[in-house]
Protein backbone atom coordinates (compact mmCIF):
# COMPACT_ATOMS: atom_id res chain seq x y z
CA UNK A 1 0.00 0.00 0.00
CA UNK A 2 0.98 3.62 -0.71
CA UNK A 3 2.41 5.73 2.48
CA UNK A 4 0.27 8.80 0.98
CA UNK A 5 -2.34 8.96 -1.12
CA UNK A 6 -4.39 12.44 -2.51
CA UNK A 7 -7.58 12.86 -0.89
CA UNK A 8 -8.37 16.08 -2.56
CA UNK A 9 -7.44 18.09 -5.64
CA UNK A 10 -8.02 21.83 -6.91
CA UNK A 11 -10.10 22.60 -10.09
CA UNK A 12 -6.72 23.00 -11.66
CA UNK A 13 -5.61 19.64 -10.50
CA UNK A 14 -3.12 20.80 -7.90
CA UNK A 15 -2.76 18.23 -4.70
CA UNK A 16 -4.38 19.80 -2.07
CA UNK A 17 -5.42 17.21 0.58
CA UNK A 18 -3.36 13.67 1.68
CA UNK A 19 -3.78 11.00 3.91
CA UNK A 20 -0.92 8.99 5.62
CA UNK A 21 -2.48 5.83 5.21
CA UNK A 22 -0.10 4.07 8.04
CA UNK A 23 -1.49 6.53 10.53
CA UNK A 24 -4.61 7.48 9.46
CA UNK A 25 -3.45 11.15 9.66
CA UNK A 26 -5.21 13.96 7.49
CA UNK A 27 -3.27 16.43 5.72
CA UNK A 28 -3.48 19.50 3.95
CA UNK A 29 -0.61 20.43 1.06
CA UNK A 30 0.61 23.26 3.73
CA UNK A 31 1.00 20.72 7.05
CA UNK A 32 1.97 17.98 4.44
CA UNK A 33 5.12 20.11 3.37
CA UNK A 34 5.90 21.51 6.75
CA UNK A 35 6.19 17.56 7.79
CA UNK A 36 8.16 16.71 4.83
CA UNK A 37 10.72 20.13 5.56
CA UNK A 38 11.13 18.56 9.13
CA UNK A 39 12.26 14.57 7.87
CA UNK A 40 9.59 13.01 8.56
CA UNK A 41 8.42 11.75 4.92
CA UNK A 42 11.90 10.87 4.03
CA UNK A 43 10.58 8.98 0.53
CA UNK A 44 9.38 12.77 -0.83
CA UNK A 45 10.53 16.10 -1.46
CA UNK A 46 9.49 19.77 -1.84
CA UNK A 47 9.28 21.06 -5.70
CA UNK A 48 8.41 24.80 -6.37
CA UNK A 49 5.60 24.49 -9.02
CA UNK A 50 4.44 28.24 -10.02
CA UNK A 51 5.89 30.03 -6.74
CA UNK A 52 3.90 27.12 -4.32
CA UNK A 53 5.43 24.29 -2.51
CA UNK A 54 4.13 21.16 -3.76
CA UNK A 55 5.06 17.65 -1.83
CA UNK A 56 6.25 15.14 -4.81
CA UNK A 57 7.28 11.29 -4.00
CA UNK A 58 10.81 10.61 -5.02
CA UNK A 59 11.12 9.41 -8.12
CA UNK A 60 12.00 5.26 -8.07
CA UNK A 61 10.47 4.03 -11.32
CA UNK A 62 7.62 2.63 -8.65
CA UNK A 63 4.41 3.65 -10.16
CA UNK A 64 2.94 3.30 -6.82
CA UNK A 65 4.32 5.51 -4.74
CA UNK A 66 3.72 8.29 -7.02
CA UNK A 67 1.53 10.33 -5.64
CA UNK A 68 -1.10 10.67 -7.94
CA UNK A 69 -1.04 7.22 -8.86
CA UNK A 70 -4.10 4.95 -9.02
CA UNK A 71 -1.30 2.05 -8.37
CA UNK A 72 -1.36 -0.76 -11.41
CA UNK A 73 1.26 -2.38 -9.71
CA UNK A 74 1.50 -5.30 -12.33
CA UNK A 75 1.90 -3.01 -15.60
CA UNK A 76 5.14 -3.03 -16.82
CA UNK A 77 6.35 -0.38 -20.28
CA UNK A 78 9.46 -1.51 -21.96
CA UNK A 79 10.98 1.57 -23.23
CA UNK A 80 14.63 1.89 -25.34
CA UNK A 81 17.26 4.13 -24.18
CA UNK A 82 20.21 4.82 -26.02
CA UNK A 83 19.35 1.48 -28.11
CA UNK A 84 18.98 -0.79 -24.93
CA UNK A 85 15.48 -1.90 -23.73
CA UNK A 86 14.63 -0.81 -19.83
CA UNK A 87 11.67 -2.31 -18.22
CA UNK A 88 9.95 0.35 -15.98
CA UNK A 89 7.20 0.19 -13.36
CA UNK A 90 5.71 3.70 -14.02
CA UNK A 91 3.42 5.56 -16.65
CA UNK A 92 6.09 8.59 -16.12
CA UNK A 93 9.41 9.10 -16.29
CA UNK A 94 11.66 11.76 -15.40
CA UNK A 95 14.99 13.52 -16.62
CA UNK A 96 16.79 12.08 -13.91
CA UNK A 97 15.84 8.83 -14.05
CA UNK A 98 16.63 8.71 -17.43
CA UNK A 99 20.04 9.67 -16.98
CA UNK A 100 20.59 6.62 -14.55
CA UNK A 101 19.33 4.56 -17.04
CA UNK A 102 21.35 5.62 -19.53
CA UNK A 103 24.55 4.43 -17.49
CA UNK A 104 26.43 7.03 -19.28
CA UNK A 105 27.85 8.38 -16.12
CA UNK A 106 27.32 11.63 -14.14
CA UNK A 107 30.19 14.34 -12.78
CA UNK A 108 29.87 18.20 -12.09
CA UNK A 109 31.18 19.00 -16.02
CA UNK A 110 28.64 16.63 -17.68
CA UNK A 111 25.34 17.96 -19.21
CA UNK A 112 22.60 15.98 -20.58
CA UNK A 113 20.58 16.68 -23.68
CA UNK A 114 17.13 13.99 -23.81
CA UNK A 115 14.53 13.63 -26.79
CA UNK A 116 12.52 10.85 -27.23
CA UNK A 117 9.84 9.91 -29.79
CA UNK A 118 7.12 7.18 -30.36
CA UNK A 119 5.78 8.71 -27.27
CA UNK A 120 1.91 9.70 -26.77
CA UNK A 121 -0.85 10.87 -29.42
CA UNK A 122 -0.78 14.40 -27.88
CA UNK A 123 3.06 14.93 -28.03
CA UNK A 124 4.73 12.09 -29.34
CA UNK A 125 8.14 13.57 -29.64
CA UNK A 126 10.17 15.98 -28.04
CA UNK A 127 12.88 16.77 -25.37
CA UNK A 128 13.31 16.82 -21.76
CA UNK A 129 15.11 18.98 -19.61
CA UNK A 130 15.97 19.01 -15.60
CA UNK A 131 12.40 18.07 -13.32
CA UNK A 132 11.20 17.47 -16.39
CA UNK A 133 8.62 14.36 -16.25
CA UNK A 134 6.75 12.50 -19.61
CA UNK A 135 4.35 10.15 -19.73
CA UNK A 136 5.46 6.83 -21.27
CA UNK A 137 3.86 3.54 -23.25
CA UNK A 138 5.15 0.69 -24.68
CA UNK A 139 8.34 0.70 -27.28
CA UNK A 140 8.87 4.86 -26.57
CA UNK A 141 12.55 5.35 -27.44
CA UNK A 142 14.47 7.69 -25.71
CA UNK A 143 18.12 9.29 -26.83
CA UNK A 144 20.48 10.49 -23.69
CA UNK A 145 23.48 12.20 -24.81
CA UNK A 146 26.14 13.56 -22.25
CA UNK A 147 28.05 16.53 -23.20
CA UNK A 148 31.02 18.10 -21.43
CA UNK A 149 30.47 21.64 -19.70
CA UNK A 150 34.22 22.55 -20.68
Known amino acids: MKRITVTKESDSGRNE ?5 ETGILMTREEFVK ?3 LGEYPDYHIRDINGIKTPVSDPDLNECNNLDSDCKENKSYSIIIN ?3 NIVNSKEISFDELVKLSNLGESDITTFTI ?5 HGNKPE ?3 IEDEFVKIKDGMVFNVIATDKS
Open 17 to 21: EFKDN
Open 115 to 119: TFRRG
Open 126 to 128: GSL
Open 83 to 85: GEE
Open 35 to 37: KIE
